[in-house]
T-cell receptor, first 112, second 113 residues
Framework: SQQGEEDPQALSIQEGENATMNCSYK?????LQWYRQNSGRGLVHLIL?????REKHSGRLRVTLDTSKKSSSLLITASRAADTASYFC????????????FGKGTRLHILP | DAGITQSPRHKVTETGTPVTLRCHQT?????MYWYRQDPGHGLRLIHY???????DKGEVSDGYSVSRSKTEDFLLTLESATSSQTSVYFC????????????FGPGTRLTVT
């Protein structure tokens, strides 16, 4: 079974709008990370939020973490065409720091 | 970008042949990972290494073996390739205690006919 599940699977929005993606997970985590993947490329790390943190910002990115609900959200504000990509959440399970489990991703398409 | 390369970038091989993919890093990172990415499955961990000659299995390790004789190189071998191993393979590295951010290579597209 999947540790991290992103929602929605696909999202299309107009340029300039905000995009929100969600991630739910099943077991207690050490931290949760978000990655971006452009078509045909490797994943790029965006942001890491630890289990004792509730919110984190990086530029136009805002990540929240609710450990009671076992969920996280990634908000991209003022979207741009270059934000078109797949976004993955990844969880590091508590006491298993040696590996990360990735979700299946959300495909984000920014419409001009 | 982190100094991580994969070779070959593309390969077509026949069922039953052995295949070795190479991941090379210049960052002196301790942790190295091999993933496969398939439509509908996301990214799945095959094997990982936490030091020279120290490796462990991931969730989809059957049919794959790995070796790490030097810090900078992590090899993934398909002992006898099958069509179900047609995939895109990514190598990743991490310098922190495993749970930190990972840096990914550009990927290898493998087709088994």
């Amino acid at each position: 079974s999947q540790q991290g599940e992103e929602d929605p699977q696909a999202l299309s929005i107009q340029e300039g709008e905000n995009a929100t993606m969600n991630c739910s997970y099943k077991t207690s985590i050490n931290n949760l990370q978000w990655y971006r993947q452009n078509s045909g490329r490797g994943l790029v790390h965006l942001i890491l939020i630890r289990s004792n943190e509730r919110e984190k910002h990086s530029g136009r990115l805002r990540v929240t973490l609710d450990t009671s609900k076992k969920s996280s959200s990634l908000l991209i504000t003022a979207s741009r065409a270059a934000d078109t990509a797949s976004y993955f959440c990844a969880t590091v399970i508590m006491n298993r720091d040696d590996k990360i489990i990735f979700g299946k991703g959300t495909r984000l398409h920014i419409l001009p | 970008d982190a100094g991580i390369t994969q070779s070959p970038r593309h390969k077509v091989t026949e069922t039953g042949t052995p295949v070795t993919l190479r991941c090379h890093q210049t960052e002196n990172h301790r942790y190295m990972y091999w993933y496969r990415q398939d439509p509908g499955h996301g990214l799945r961990l095959i094997h990982y290494s936490y030091g020279v000659k120290d490796t462990d299995k991931g969730e989809v390790s059957d049919g794959y073996s790995v070796s790490r004789s030097k810090t900078e190189d992590f090899l993934l071998t398909l002992e006898s390739a099958t069509s179900s191993q047609t995939s895109v393979y990514f190598c990743a590295i991490s310098g922190l205690a495993g749970g930190g951010e990972q840096y990914f290579g550009p990927g290898t597209r493998l087709t088994v006919t």
